[in-house]
């Protein structure tokens, strides 16, 4: 059965770090450009990060860029975001998916081929 499982999620203070991670399993994740989507309560889910499938490239929304690093571990099928300098309103639920954006930046939530069920972050100020 395929499948993504983010991991990683939890409470911190503004300033501080977490790392999250994506497994995938039962299917070839290398193969599919792979994305970090986030939804805060009252607000549209948005795309966070991606980064391709060929080369690695990256694309991060500008609310997170500078802050945030996506990075992937073919042989572990795992994908991670490292989030710095964490703000009260990077709170969100974090979701990631395969086959969910491009080289122009654009993210695909609902065409996405596999999506996760999410991982609660919260930001204290």
């Known amino acids: 059965q395929a499948q993504l499982v983010e991991s990683g999620g939890g409470l911190v203070q503004a300033g501080g770090s977490l790392t999250l991670s994506c497994t995938a399993s039962?299917?070839?994740?290398?193969?599919?450009?792979k994305a970090w989507f986030r939804q805060a309560p009252g607000k549209e889910r948005e795309g966070v990060a991606c980064i391709s499938s060929v080369d690695g490239r990256t694309i991060y929304a500008d609310s997170v860029k500078g802050r945030f690093t996506v990075s992937r571990d073919s042989a572990k099928s795992t994908m991670y975001l490292q989030m710095n300098s964490l703000k009260p309103e990077d709170t969100a639920v974090y979701y990631c998916?395969?086959?969910?954006?491009?080289?122009?930046?654009?993210?695909?939530?609902?065409?996405?081929?596999?999506r996760g069920q999410g991982t609660q972050v919260t930001v204290s100020s």
């Open positions: 998916a395969a086959g969910a954006c491009d080289y122009t930046g654009n993210f695909y939530w609902h065409l996405a081929d596999y």
């Open positions: 039962g299917f070839t994740f290398e193969a599919y450009a």
